[in-house]
């Protein structure tokens, strides 16, 4: 394959990469909840009934925001239901996922985990079966000092100081006819403003996080999110986003394409540019100051177990993906568009964190970690800093679904090191199945002095994945192979590869 050189300068920025953009998504379906961060009967349960292997593991992905209940769980969740004594908390059939909720994790044990976990609590109001009223006492459990009713309830509930929780959602996917309680646009818009402005009231330094179109799909794309903007103005602070993927993609049928699936980094792209030309539209047309930014709050690869029916059990074993190193290297493509959309995108949840859909499994006391773990790690432990714009100039090839792809996608941050003295963090990954692909990085204002570290996922094929038997097919592994001469950083990246590479800029 010919060589593909990545270019960027310093002076050409897109924006600062909001940590957010590296949050997770823990919602009260199947067994991401019990079985999954809470296990109290494990032997890895700690004082407070959470796994401690599952915690070790989540900690090395990094992740800031973390939104729960839900996802579509949020949208029948009262969230009364999940506080106060666990003896006393309700035992509820679930409608979103037909299950069994016994409310014995709740708003509290979520608090106390993201504390220990240091995650930025995001929480979902229910704007289905909800009112607006009720998520503005949500707010004021969370966040009022101790004095008034709701704030009482949380001092009695063994929490004297406000959980200060900032990020909101207003509802989930609202637009969806599958979703509790769904209800047009310009409805959903009103039951939104509503309970924006009462809990803005209640603390005024809360963000919120309007529904979006959830689906590119959906006849009501970007209609729905410019009719919702357009009511709400300065109440939303953010519009979501969400995204699955998967081969064979489930919109185009059954016909498995690799290089199809690889390249549908071009519709995500997309989606993000079009979501925000929304953004900037709804806010040219109210001449307004304030901009919505992007919320991309469910987001993963899901195409394989469908199984989303709980059957009326309790922690049934719902959407439990087995994912292979395809997959991974599309969890890249999602990481990238986002840090390449800087400007815009600033918070974004992989869905989920455990169990669900997720790079985490766990089966009796055993865990397993999955391949789309480790871009996820790669990419977080080198998130700090400034997007760059980077051009590619090497070979292509096209996609019948998406167009046409450089055969590297790529991003690259410019942040700095302990001392001070900057870094260059470049991701590349290697569409390729059957070439290695040899890559060139040149800083046209600076020159690079040394690699600092590297490292790279790989496999023999694109179908290759961990189990528990072989739970090290598909791992990241160090990756040492550039060479910096004469300013310039060059490597090869193998057939469907992944790399992070840190390097000295002088």
Excluded at 35 to 60: F, I, W
Excluded at 273 to 295: G, H, P, W
Aim: net charge negative; charged share 20%; glycine share 8%.
């Amino acid at each position: 394959m010919n060589p593909s050189t990545l270019t960027v300068h310093t002076q050409f920025q897109i924006g600062e990469v909001d940590p957010r953009i590296f949050g997770g998504f823990l919602e009260h379906m199947g067994r991401a909840v019990y079985e999954g961060v809470y296990q109290p009967d494990s032997k890895h349960a700690d004082a407070d009934g959470c796994r401690t292997d599952v915690l070790g593991a989540l900690r090395r992905l990094g992740y800031t925001a973390m939104r729960y209940p839900g996802g579509n769980y949020a949208s029948g969740f009262h969230w009364m239901d999940g506080t106060g004594p666990k003896q006393l908390r309700p035992t509820v059939r679930e409608l979103a996922w037909q299950s069994i909720e016994t409310n014995q994790f709740g708003t509290d044990e979520f608090m106390a985990l993201s504390r220990k976990m240091d995650w930025t609590p995001m929480l979902t109001v229910n704007l289905g079966t909800g009112t607006p009223e009720e998520a503005r006492n949500w707010v004021e459990y969370c966040n009022a000092p101790a004095g008034t009713k709701y704030a009482n309830m949380r001092a009695a509930n063994g929490n004297r100081d406000p959980f200060g929780v900032k990020l909101w959602c207003l509802g989930n996917e609202m637009d969806g006819p599958w979703q509790l309680g769904h209800v047009p646009a310009d409805q959903y818009a009103i039951r939104a403003q509503q309970a924006a402005k009462m809990m803005k009231d209640t603390d005024k330094t809360i963000e919120t996080v309007v529904c979006g179109t959830c689906s590119i799909r959906l006849p009501t794309y970007m209609d729905w999110d410019r009719t919702v903007l357009e009511h709400l103005g300065d109440y939303a602070d953010y519009i979501s986003l969400h995204r699955y993927v998967g081969n064979p993609h489930p919109n185009y049928g059954n016909c498995e394409n690799t290089a199809d699936y690889l390249a549908i980094t071009n519709s995500i792209d997309q989606q993000i540019e079009e979501m925000d030309a929304v953004c900037r539209f709804v806010q040219a047309k109210k001449r307004s100051k304030k901009r919505a930014y992007l919320c991309f709050d469910e987001w993963n690869v899901w195409y394989k177990n469908m199984q989303m029916d709980g059957e009326g059990k309790f922690a049934p074993h719902l959407i439990e993906e087995v994912y292979n190193l395809e997959d991974a290297l599309v969890v890249a493509g999602f990481l990238n568009s986002f840090v390449r959309h800087a400007d815009s995108v600033k918070i974004a949840n992989i869905a989920q964190i455990v169990n669900v859909i997720a790079p985490i499994l766990t089966q009796g006391d055993d865990m397993l970690i999955q391949s789309i773990f480790y871009p996820i790690e790669m990419m977080s432990k080198r998130r700090s800093g400034t997007a760059l714009r980077v051009v590619v100039d090497g070979p292509r090839y096209d996609s019948d679904l998406y167009g046409t792809v450089a055969m590297i996608d790529s991003s690259v941050i410019l942040g700095h090191d302990v001392n001070g003295e900057p870094v260059l963090h470049v991701f590349a990954t290697n569409r390729s199945q059957t070439e290695p692909a040899p890559v060139r990085v040149n800083v046209s204002d600076r020159t690079l002095s040394a690699l600092i570290d590297g490292e790279i996922v790989t496999g023999p094929n694109a179908k290759v994945a961990n189990s528990y038997a072989q739970p090290n097919v598909v791992v990241a592994q160090p990756f040492g192979a550039a060479v910096v001469t004469d300013g310039q950083a060059e490597f090869t990246l193998p057939p469907l590869s992944f790399a992070a590479l840190s390097f000295r800029v002088r």
